[in-house]
């Protein structure tokens, strides 16, 4: 496991103009060769993907911190200001410097950034709350705007969050799940460190970042000289207990899976996280990872396969759908188009995911 990166404040706030390339995709071809083409991607014919045979609804809901009314989580000041509350997040001192978890240490404001794991996103509304194991006419808004799908984060590190460069999942204690293969990178030493502060963490699921994208562990962070393989590993530390919800965050770490890693690049993957809870809809997952999709149903054969999925029975994905353009569907694929383009139409995606076509 890495040791914790650790900067400066005057690099965080050097000039925003500095010029910096915007990461672009240097994948490994299908034999594993990094020569800058895009993977090469087979989507062989297979039988169904079987559905796990235990049936488990999905979890309840966290309760909302304090009786906080969603609708006022539409509000970002209100959502950030809850947010910060939730996390304990502001500074003893001065009360307006913020917590970052990664970088472990109080920062200005104007470098934080408090930002939602699922990003809210119209096309894939109703797809969410059906992913959760709630119905396509229920508001996407309590997964949307729950404090739980919240995170504050030093914006520079946020920013590949969001984007799906990195993932959050949780620190395995026996450390299973380093992901120490040398295709994630070697840390690099002499990084600036600040003036040590206090992190003690308070009790909570330990939490790290982990790169999806090993292709890109020699990219840079924006403005600092941090390569993305130091990022990755670096486990996050918390001023309270409040933790995301780990639904969402497994979420996004498959989904980037799914789309994003051919087989071979997904591998390194493997039993990285496993959860023993039921917290998606399988039949969804599945329709998504099917051939003439976005996704190598390989990758989820060998590396998802049931892992945190609860099965639905099967009935509903089944039922026939008219979509908006007047094709016929099933109730899964519909939710699995609605998936696809809202991950790929979401502002946060720099470029497509490689060795891949939109075909929803």
């Given amino acids: 496991m890495s040791s914790t990166p650790r900067i ?18 240097s994948p490994s071809t299908g034999n594993g060769d990094s020569d800058g ?8 014919t297979l039988a169904p993907l079987p559905l796990s045979p235990s049936k488990v609804p999905p979890l309840s809901l966290s309760p909302p911190l304090n009786d906080i009314n969603l609708e006022d989580l539409n509000d970002i000041d209100t959502f950030k200001s809850s947010l910060t509350k939730a996390y304990s997040a502001a500074s003893p001192t001065n009360n307006t410097d913020l917590w970052c978890p990664f970088f472990k240490q109080y920062l200005p404001p104007t470098l934080i950034s408090h930002f939602r794991i699922i990003t809210p996103n119209k096309y894939y509304s109703g797809a969410i709350s059906y992913l959760f194991g709630g119905s396509v006419t ?49 840390k690099p030493e002499n990084i600036p460190s600040p003036t040590p502060q206090n992190t003690e963490e ?39 207990s409040f933790r995301p919800d780990l639904r969402y965050c497994y979420f996004r770490y498959i989904t980037t899976i799914l789309i994003w890693l051919n087989l071979k690049e997904a591998m390194y ?37 049931g892992d945190g999925l609860f099965d639905d029975g099967g009935e509903d994905a089944n039922v026939v759908v008219k979509m908006d353009n007047g094709w016929e569907t099933t109730r899964a694929g519909q939710m699995a188009a609605q998936l696809e383009w809202g991950l790929l139409t979401a502002p946060d995606y720099k470029s497509s995911p490689h060795g891949h076509e939109l075909r929803v």
């Fill in 8 to 25: 400066v404040i005057s690099r965080l706030t050097s000039d925003a103009s500095t010029t910096t390339d915007t990461p672009t995709n």
């Fill in 202 to 240: 308070a009790t909570g699921t330990p939490l790290k970042l982990v790169l999806m994208k090993p292709h890109h562990s020699t990219q840079k962070v924006p403005h600092l000289n941090l390569p993305y393989s130091s990022v990755h590993n670096t486990p996050l530390v918390f001023k309270s």
């Fill in 37 to 44: 083409q895009a993977s090469t991607i087979s989507s062989p």
């Fill in 138 to 186: 229920d508001d996407a808004d309590i997964h949307f705007n729950s404090l739980q799908n919240g995170m504050i984060m030093a914006k520079s590190i946020a920013d590949l969050v969001v984007s799906g460069d990195f993932a959050i999942i949780p620190n395995q204690p026996d450390g299973e799940n380093t992901l120490t293969h040398p295709i994630f990178g070697s």
């Fill in 269 to 305: 993957f493997k039993n990285a996280w496993r959860p023993a809870q039921k917290w998606l809809r399988e039949s969804l997952i599945v329709e998504m990872a099917g051939p003439e999709r976005l996704s190598n149903p390989e990758v989820y054969a060998e590396i998802i396969s």
